[in-house]
Every structure is written in C-alpha cells, then in structure tokens.
C-alpha cells in the first residue's frame, strides 16, 4: 500500500519568504509526527499531532514555525520568515497507535529545504 | 533530558566482516529502544526494537540487547553484505515522541 508521501520533495526559497511543507501519512494512521534532520545533526522531534489535535508542540524551535492536521490526515508544517538555520531535511512519519504503542512509526522521503 | 549517543561514522567493512555498532542512552527509568535504518534513496525504517530490559531485538541477522546496567544498545551483526550500506539511527521512545542519535553511516566494501 501508499506509504507516508511528502511534498515538495526539494524546496529553495529565500530568507524572509514563508514555506509551506506537506505531508500525507498512511490512510487510517491516527498520529502524525514530523521531525528536523540539520545537516551532521540527529533528527530533530518538532510536533506530533493525535487526531487533529497537537499535544506535544515542545519542539518547535520558535513562533517562526507552525503546524495543523486536518481530517486526521493531511498535515502541513509552515515556516515564516524562513531563515538560513532552518535549512534542513523536514521528515515526516505515521503511526498505527497513539500514546505509549505509537514506536513504530512510518517515516516519509522528507522536504529538503534550502534558505539562499 | 534524555539522549542517545552512537558512535561517530562512517564506518567503513568489508563484506563479511563483523559490524559493532555502539549506542548508549540517558534517561530516566526504562524507555523502549530502537534502531532506524536509511537506505539510500529511502526512508527511515524500523530495523528492531527492545522495549524492556534484557529483550534482544533482532531483524535481518542484526541483533541488538538492551542493556539497563550499561544504558546501552549496540547493534551487531555477525557477517555484513553490501546491501546494509546505509545509515543507521539508534532511538528512545519517551512521552510519545522518538529521540534519535546523530546516526552512523555504514559502507560495505565488495
């Protein structure tokens, strides 16, 4: 079946302009996660969202960034301003379970974004 | 917080040899713990997970133990072939959320 898909899958914008990054996780999966790669860096938790509601938003890096679910599926992760430190890969993943089970999760190909 | 730390990469072998790859943790009490694995050109993928002291996980002739003693979590494999050249993600799982280690990087020499 569809695993989790992403979009774009490469994105070079400019300081200062807003990003919108998307994410379509595994149909009938309830949590959503989205997760950093900086260059030489470990992944990055940023937010994860149980239904169409974000209980955990403690990694996102300021007021810069924000995200919503809709339709428990669809996600997109939005960036303003973006600045030169926010180039990285965005990955995105899905799980089956919530709460405690929600491990195995399902991860995306990833956004790579580029700020000139 | 909580952490993981592995070993710094790449990491190059040759085709058959023994592949040890160290990771350890900080946390508090006893969080489930994973390996990732990134082939190229793909994405992240559970490669085996532990979630209590003393389990081993294993997939694909690799084989990790949670160590509660050590903290740690190294992934072994006894013989590596070309196709596990990738990069390979140590993980905890705490409070719904996965912290990943930096990631090593894997190359099989034919």
């Known amino acids: 079946g569809a695993g989790v898909s992403q979009s774009p899958s490469n994105k070079v914008t400019e300081k200062g302009k807003d990003v919108e990054l998307r994410c379509d996780p595994i149909?009938?999966?309830?949590?959503l996660y989205w997760y950093r790669q900086r260059l030489g860096q470990g992944l990055e938790f940023l937010i994860y969202f149980q239904g169409n509601s974000a209980p955990d938003k403690s990694g996102l890096p300021s007021d810069r960034f924000s995200a919503e679910r809709t339709g428990e599926s669809v996600s997109t992760l939005t960036i303003q301003r973006t600045q030169q430190e926010d180039s990285a890969v965005y990955l995105c993943?899905?799980?089956?379970?919530?709460?405690?089970?929600?491990?195995?999760?399902?991860f995306g190909p990833g956004t790579r974004l580029t700020v000139t | 917080g909580d952490s993981v730390t592995q070993m710094e990469g790449p990491v190059t072998l040759s085709e058959e040899a023994f592949l040890t790859i160290n990771c350890t943790y900080t946390a508090t009490g006893y969080p489930s713990l994973f390996w990732y694995v990134q082939y190229p050109g793909e994405g992240l993928q559970l490669l085996l997970k532990a979630t209590k002291a003393d389990d081993k996980g294993s997939n694909k002739g690799f084989e990790a133990t949670y160590r509660k003693e050590t903290t740690s979590f190294h992934l072994e494999k006894g013989s590596v072939q070309v196709s596990d050249s990738a990069v390979y993600f140590c993980?905890?799982?705490?409070?719904?959320?996965?912290?990943f280690g930096k990631g090593t990087r894997l190359h099989i020499l034919p």
């Open positions: 993980a905890l799982f705490r409070d719904d959320k996965i912290i």
């Open positions: 149909s009938g999966h309830t949590a």
């Open positions: 993943a899905s799980s089956p379970q919530t709460g405690q089970q929600s491990y195995e999760q399902y």
